[in-house]
């Protein structure tokens, strides 16, 4: 060691009182054992940490009855070792004890050094002095983030999610099993970032890459797309990607962070779904037609009028196009407003300019996408030959609005509104069964339907409940 020049006194008491600034500031502890006399010299600090009143006397029974029973063999350990003048431990260590004023457990740790006597040989052990600090906090803070960090491992283990960090900068990647398994590595591996993209189906890279520069054009810090993977022994997987800058990133080539899901099967049973459902699509529209031929076959000469056979495949046409409606998505219905679209596109005309469709959209579920096809197909069959649509000038105006019935809930209120460019001479007869049929549609949804036959053609208002439309 280098030969320092001795201290002057008002240096010696300059040291020793930035020391015990030091030891103050830092909640320090500090003990004296004297192993001649067996006596034990604590610092107010010291004994408060142990729950010992200022004044009282510090002996070795004492503090060994404030040891938790489980951590007095390594203290007493750890004492002896330090009479050994060839060990020199300056590791800290741990225990608990019992405050003495309240019993409360707490966590020590402590700091020890032996002071020799080197004059004699061997080296007689003198004073044992060190430090002492409570650190409960700290370690109750670490337990609840293990415990917390435990349950986190167990929900991703049992999830199947993989948690990943991306460094931009350098390419780096923290590597865990669970995203070497979703993206199909042995578990300990360490692969790169480029072997983690070469497993990118064809068109992946370029679309992720677009994906992440429009988010950052945007100023968009997260992102969320599914990838398609290819292994090289040719296997398929999809996962669910979510990505976000780590916190405390600003810039978009720090650290990113993310999760992945495996949705391999989800894909593979949509993929599955899609192809029944256009099965079952095609086999319904092939249903329609062979359903229509029986029909024309069996009415010919039959003495059914060639009008009466028209009205009843245009009505087995309008099924034909509801079917069609629901069968775009997963079977899950279609909007309000589609369906009346869908419905006048049944035509064969362009009605765009005489058809006006304003207000609320509703969602309706298959049935009831059925049913309102039945009554808009009837709806403009009448306003195509005898209302205003029968001439070339007339118009219909179709109003949707959600309508409160007060202590009966909300229901859809559809308003439909014709004006002929001249007015009707004569009023409709008795009703025929296209009427009957709208009536019996309304009331198959419990709902209500008003007519009236005015002189620019026909106006009715139609409420179905609410609760209705979800049943059905």
Partial sequence: MENLPPLEIGEVAGWKRRLQIAVRAASLGVYDWNLRTDAFVYSTTAKEIFGLPPDGEVTRDRLRSLLHPDDVAQVAAKAERARDPAFRDEEGYRYRIFRADTGALRWIEAFGDMVFDHGVDPPVPLHYIGTLRDITEQVCQQETLRRQEARLRLAIEASGIAVWELDLADGSILHSPELNRLCGFPPDARPTLDEFRARYAPGERERLDLLGAEARARGETRIATE????????????????????????????????????????????????????????????????????????????????????????????????????????????SLLATVARVCSAFGGDWNHRISVTGDDIDLPPRTVLSFSLLFHELLTNATKYGALAGDEGSVAVRVERADRGGEGGAVAIEWKERRSLPLTTRPGSPGFGTRLM?????????????????????????????RLAEA
């Fill in 439 to 467: 009536d019996t549609v309304i009331a198959d949804l419990q709902g209500t339907i008003e007519r009236d036959f005015g002189p620019h053609g026909l106006s009715c208002r139609i409420h179905v409940p609410d609760n």
């Fill in 227 to 334: 990838v398609h993977h290819v292994w090289p022994d040719g296997t398929e997987r999809w996962l669910s990607m979510r990505a976000q800058l780590a916190p405390g990133e600003t810039s978009y080539d720090g650290r990113i962070i993310g999760v992945l899901v495996d949705i391999t099967e989800q894909k593979r049973r949509e993929q599955d779904q899609a192809l029944l459902l256009g099965e079952l699509k095609h086999r319904i529209k092939n249903s329609f037609a062979i359903a229509q031929s029986i029909i024309n076959q069996t009415l010919r000469g039959s003495g059914v009028s060639a009008e009466t056979r028209r009205s009843l495949a245009d009505r087995l046409q309008a099924m034909a196009v509801a079917h069609d409606e629901i069968a775009k998505g997963p079977w899950a219905g279609a």
